[in-house]
């Protein structure tokens, strides 16, 4: 167990629906990374949010948001989902991305997407 | 921009045997992170093991182990006396050390692991 929780395990919608993803960091990390697993594009990179601001995007789609709340956790908005969405959608954590010592990504167990 | 390659999709090993994942990167930076994650069924993303690009020595972690070769550009993950429980698949990743830039991990395509009895 990471100590990276993320809710729900899975989800199951329609295609033009909206859904949040939801994730809480291990306790006292302040970094909160997306990633998106699919079976054509690998593991991909989304967005981190540090200390509840942005810090980094990466082939975020315009169709999905994500904030980081006072107490850390973090959301994934998908909205007007399509069929290519369907994927696996991981949070990870890191203590302090700045600090050398806090480099390691710790990942939550993920969130299955099924866009039917 | 940075790349992991993978260059074997699936390998396999018989149990107790040793067995190594090969992993090459592309990078103009001189310090960086790299990192080994396990997926087993489960799907849950495990770090096995982790290397700071400074340091020549390689990491050990029980029976994981890498040979780390900068100047190749090479990391490969050796694992000895491979277990029934080490089936999965095998992601290698870079981290940027460059820590105003960017903290993604960008990730290999993975390595298929299967262990037979």
């Known amino acids: 167990d990471s100590g990276v929780t993320q809710t729900p395990k899975h989800l199951i919608t329609a295609t033009g629906q909206r859904v949040t993803l939801r994730c809480s960091p291990r306790s006292g990390d302040l970094s909160v990374y997306w990633y998106q697993q699919s079976l054509d594009q690998g593991l991909q990179f989304l967005i981190q949010?540090?200390?509840?601001?942005?810090?980094a995007k990466g082939n975020i789609l315009e169709r999905f948001s994500a904030q980081q709340f006072p107490d850390l956790h973090s959301e994934l908005n998908l909205s007007s989902l399509e069929l290519g969405d369907s994927a696996l959608y991981f949070c990870?954590?890191?203590?302090?991305?700045?600090?050398?010592?806090?480099?390691?990504?710790?990942f939550g167990p993920g969130t299955r997407l099924t866009v039917l | 921009a940075q790349t992991v390659t993978q260059s074997q999709p699936e390998m396999s090993v018989q149990e107790a045997e040793t067995v190594t994942l090969s992993c090459t990167y592309d990078?103009?930076?001189?310090?960086?992170?790299l990192f080994w994650y396990k997926q087993p069924p489960s799907r849950q993303m495990i770090l096995v093991i982790r290397?700071?690009?400074?340091?020549?020595q390689n990491a050990t972690e029980n029976r994981f182990s890498v040979n780390f070769q900068k100047a190749a550009k090479s990391f490969s993950l050796k694992i000895s006396d491979s277990q029934l429980g080490d089936a999965a698949m095998y992601f290698c990743a870079y981290r940027s050390s460059r820590s105003y830039n960017t903290d993604k991990l960008i990730f290999g395509t993975g390595t298929r692991l299967q262990v037979f009895p």
């Open positions: 990870a954590s890191s203590t302090d991305p700045t600090a050398g010592v806090g480099d390691t990504q710790y």
């Open positions: 990078t103009s930076e001189s310090d960086y992170y």
């Open positions: 290397q700071e690009a400074y340091k020549q």
């Open positions: 949010y540090y200390n509840g601001e942005e810090r």
